[in-house]
């Protein structure tokens, strides 16, 4: 069974950190692409940050760079996101995101969201 379980999100002060994780399980994580998204209320789903594979190369939102570091850990089939410097407008539920392309087919993975809220 696939699965992409996000946790780490919660309540931060304007200028705190989070680390939110992503643990994935029941495909071969090493072989897709992660990514990061955010959705706030009444907005679109945006990308925020992506690791690709095998390079590692990494992008991020312009929101975000400098920022937001996206790591992941193969071992343990886990992606990262570690966020710091937070700011009121970073308010959003984040998405976990997994792909692989293997044309024609194109496989991709959600996990739930997980909230994070930054207000004092």
């Known amino acids: 069974q696939v699965q992409l379980v996000e946790s780490g999100g919660g309540l931060v002060q304007p200028g705190g950190s989070l680390r939110l994780s992503c643990a994935a399980s029941?495909?071969?994580?090493?072989?897709?692409?992660t990514s990061w998204y955010r959705q706030a209320p009444g907005k679109e789903r945006e990308l925020v940050a992506a690791?690709?594979?095998?390079?590692?190369?990494?992008n991020y939102a312009d929101s975000v760079k400098g920022r937001f570091t996206i790591s992941r850990d193969n071992a343990v089939n886990t992606v990262y996101l570690q966020m710091n410097s937070l700011k009121p407008e970073d308010t959003a539920v984040y998405y976990c995101?997994?792909?692989?392309?293997?044309?024609?087919?194109?496989?991709?993975?959600w996990g739930q969201g997980t909230q994070v809220t930054v207000s004092s």
């Open positions: 029941g495909f071969t994580f090493s072989n897709y692409a």
């Open positions: 995101n997994a792909v692989h392309r293997l044309l024609p087919a194109i496989y991709a993975y």
């Open positions: 690791v690709r594979v095998p390079t590692g190369s990494t």
